[in-house]
């Protein structure tokens, strides 16, 4: 993502002078023979493994993009609420358009209804209003589906693959390719949730450590795995009779493109299966290279799009404060929460290192510290952000990259302790934005402190007022009754 390279271009170099790897996804498969199945599949016994097909070694941006996505995962426990409508674009503009406001009008088998209620989902997000009618058509559509993380998609398309199958059949029939063995076992949870009452239904996982003994034909119905193994397991083994499927599955597109091979080994994938195999691809963002590639996987598609929902700055008070050092910006710091009764506050620093510093001095002075750093594993990241969520710590520091994505709804105080700039110095707007931002129809009030130490931060600052035309207004943080006044 171009608007992170600044911090990304920073934490790789810190990366690669300290020889720590910045990556989350674990480097070596381990070797075994068992396949995991949707009743026997164990979290330990999988994550024993791991996907590392494909993937050169530098190739950071896929793995930052594969690691942010499954951070996401991790942490979301809820839909993302939007009220963006969805745009739809039929295959066959003359055929009425079915959406459903209820599970119910969705005619599903009743094992399958009741493993959907008993996720909580009382009724379909707003993407599933539109994509599960088209998914669950007779005859089957294809699909092309793009809407931010955390709306839904991958809740419709394992119910899509669940409603098709016919468990007394014992051989795949669906096959859904995701970017990392990681991914890919989020949704094989997701599977194992969905299905919990349709036991009679099995999953098996595709991925480089599942080693099979040459000749076996699968049994199970669904197989969810990366793309490399998935097409090894359909030609070079023939584990699969590709000629059998009835739905492709191809999930995190913009993820999938990232890595090279990904997209060649989806597409041959894609030629093995018959003509009448329902093909769905999703994906979050859709830049103009995931969606030449969608053309190529889904042939004749009907596309969903959910725009993202807009953030805004209206609702937020912007600071800055003028300092000649760090030392000098963390006594800033200092002097505000002295002053102010901050609840919780994100703190954003350029490089990891400084984001060391501070939380250990902030812990110094008796703060509760989260800190997010570029060495950390995804899950360790996610353990992180869901204890600040939980309001254990009060303070999460971190850099940008660390943070990208990562929506903690109750922080209303955003302190970028540095000013996002991008890999040529300029100001970078857009994380800018993004990091103190609110979505308008929340009309959640927010705080944001701006810390300058040079002439240089002062011209970003400039600059980033008259990107959004909104004044940022100097704070005097040795004048306790001024910083009381912005509490108010
Ligand atoms: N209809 C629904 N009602 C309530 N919760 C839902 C519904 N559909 C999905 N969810 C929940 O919302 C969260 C996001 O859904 P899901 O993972 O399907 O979204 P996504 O668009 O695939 O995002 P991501 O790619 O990040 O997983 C999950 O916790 C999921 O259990």
Not at 133 to 162: C, H, Y
Request: proline share 4%.
């Amino acid at each position: 993502m171009a608007t992170d390279s600044w911090a990304q271009a920073v934490d790789e170099q810190e990366a690669a002078a300290e020889s720590i790897g910045s990556l989350q996804i674990k480097d070596k498969p381990e070797e075994n023979g068992t396949v995991l199945n949707a009743t026997n599949s164990t979290n330990s016994a999988a994550k024993s493994e791991s996907e590392a097909e494909s993937k050169p070694a530098d190739d950071d941006d896929k793995d930052d993009k594969a690691a942010q996505s499954l951070l996401n995962k991790l942490i979301r426990n809820n839909l993302v609420n939007t009220t963006n409508q969805v745009e739809v674009l039929q295959k066959d503009p003359n055929s009425p358009l079915y959406s459903v406001k209820s599970f119910e009008e969705l005619r599903l088998k009743p094992q399958l209804l009741q493993g959907v209620y008993a996720m909580g989902f009382n009724r379909p997000s707003k993407i599933q209003e539109t994509a599960l009618p088209m998914m669950l058509a007779e005859p089957p559509q294809n699909l092309i589906a793009q809407s931010q993380s955390g709306t839904g998609k991958t809740a419709a398309f394992v119910l899509a693959m669940l409603s098709h199958v016919d468990p007394n059949n014992k051989y795949p029939q669906c096959l859904c390719v995701s970017p990392t063995y990681e991914l890919a076992l989020q949704t094989g949870k997701v599977i194992e949730q969905m299905g919990k009452y349709y036991p009679e239904v099995k999953l098996v996982y595709a991925i480089r450590g599942n080693k099979l003994q040459r000749g076996m034909k699968l049994q199970e119905q669904i197989v969810i795995g990366t793309p490399g193994t998935m097409l090894d397991w359909c030609s070079k083994f023939k584990f699969i009779d590709p000629k059998k499927i009835k739905v492709f599955v191809l999930d995190e597109a913009d993820v999938m493109i990232a890595t090279q091979g990904h997209q060649d080994q989806s597409i041959r994938i894609q030629r093995m299966l018959p003509k009448n195999c329902q093909m769905l691809l999703f994906s979050a963002t859709f830049e103009e290279t995931v969606w030449s590639f969608a053309q190529r996987i889904v042939p004749d598609p009907n596309i969903i799009k959910l725009k993202r929902e807009e953030e805004t700055l209206d609702t937020i008070k912007q600071y800055f404060v003028l300092c000649n050092s760090k030392e000098e910006k963390f006594q800033a710091l200092c002097n505000i929460y002295g002053a102010i009764t901050i609840a919780q506050a994100m703190i954003f620093c350029h490089t990891r290192r400084t984001a060391g510093w501070l939380a250990g001095e902030l812990s110094r002075e008796g703060h509760q510290v989260a800190l997010l750093s570029g060495e950390m594993q995804v899950e360790q990241r996610a353990a992180v952000i869901e204890r600040f969520r939980d309001g254990k710590e009060k303070v999460l520091v971190t850099t940008n990259v660390c943070a990208r994505g990562i929506d903690v709804e109750q922080v209303s105080v955003v302190i970028n302790f540095d000013l996002p700039v991008d890999k040529d110095g300029n100001p970078d707007n857009e994380t800018y934005l993004h990091r103190i931002g609110r979505t308008g129809r929340f009309g959640k009030r927010g705080l944001a402190i701006n810390m300058v130490d040079s002439k240089m931060s002062m011209n970003i600052l400039n600059r980033i007022q008259d990107h959004f035309n909104k004044k940022i207004e100097r704070l005097d943080t040795d004048d306790l009754d001024e910083i009381e006044k912005i509490a108010s």
